[in-house]
Nanobody
Framework: QVRLVESGGGLVQPGGSLRLSCAASGRTFSRDAMGWFRRAPGKEREFVATIAWNGGNTYYADSVKGRFTISRDNAKNTLYLQMNSVLPEDTAVYYC????????????????WGGGTQVTVSS
């Protein structure tokens, strides 16, 4: 399985921006879909966004659509999540993951997971 390490989390004010990164190493990174999930306090892990291996197909949860942008740089083996106009309800631990199934929004379809990075949105 691919190894994933998230970074870029931290404290940000409502309306602000933050960019998360996910550094990957492994055999299938360039051809696997990748996704971001998050787990808010007291809630199960939920889907945020996913991107195909070639970067040409993306899908977002309704709650973040228009505010977040997922992208990947295969040459750098890195996945990104640009978070704009953040809201307090975006507070969560954010995880990146890989999947052989493009467009997957269910966590069980993702094979490798990072350890997560904390995002806190507060004034």
């Amino acid at each position: 399985q691919v190894r994933l390490v998230e970074s870029g989390g931290g404290l940000v004010q409502p309306g602000g921006s933050l960019r998360l990164s996910c550094a990957a190493s492994g055999r299938t990174f360039s051809r696997d879909a990748m996704g971001w999930f998050r787990r808010a306090p007291g809630k199960e892990r939920e889907f945020v966004a996913t991107i195909a291996w070639n970067g040409g197909n993306t899908y977002y949860a309704d709650s973040v659509k228009g505010r977040f942008t997922i992208s990947r740089d295969n040459a750098k083996n890195t996945l990104y999540l640009q978070m704009n106009s953040v809201l307090p309800e975006d507070t969560a631990v954010y995880y990146c993951a890989t999947s052989p199934w493009p467009g997957a929004t269910i966590s069980s379809k993702y094979q490798s997971w990072g350890g997560g990075t904390q995002v806190t949105v507060s004034s």
